[in-house]
C-alpha cells in the first residue's frame, strides 16, 4: 500500500509545471509591436503581468516577466510568462511572448491568462 501511494504521489508531482518551465519559444501566444519604445512595452508588459496575477521574476534586460496565478476552489493555479525580443531601446518592430501553463498536467480546471495579458499590453499601448 505504501509503494501505491508512494508511486501515485511521484506521477502526480511529475507533471507540475513552475516558473522555470516557463521559456521563451517553448509556445504560447505572440504579437509584434511596431512604432513603440522597448521602454513603452516593458511598462505596458508590466501592467499586464500584474494585473490578476503575482510577479514572481522580472528581468528586463532580458525582457523576461514571469508571474503566478493563486490557488483557488476549483484550480491550483497557473503560471505565466512574457518575453520581449529584441531588447534593445530602438526597433523597428518587436515581438510579444505571453504563455500560460496550469500547475498541473492533471488539472481540468484553471484559467488561460495569454488573451487577457495581451489585451492589457495592447491597451496600454494603444493596439
Known sequence: MKKLIALLLLCLSSGCATVGSLQPGAGGSTFDVTGKSYDEIWKASVRGMSSNLTIVESDRASGTIKSE?????????????????????????????VQSLKRSRLQITGQDHEPAVIAIIKAELGL
Open 69 to 97: 496565478a493563486r490557488v483557488g476552489m476549483a484550480t491550483w493555479g497557473e503560471v505565466v510568462g512574457l518575453f520581449i525580443r529584441p531588447t534593445v531601446p530602438k526597433a523597428d518592430r518587436y515581438t510579444v511572448e
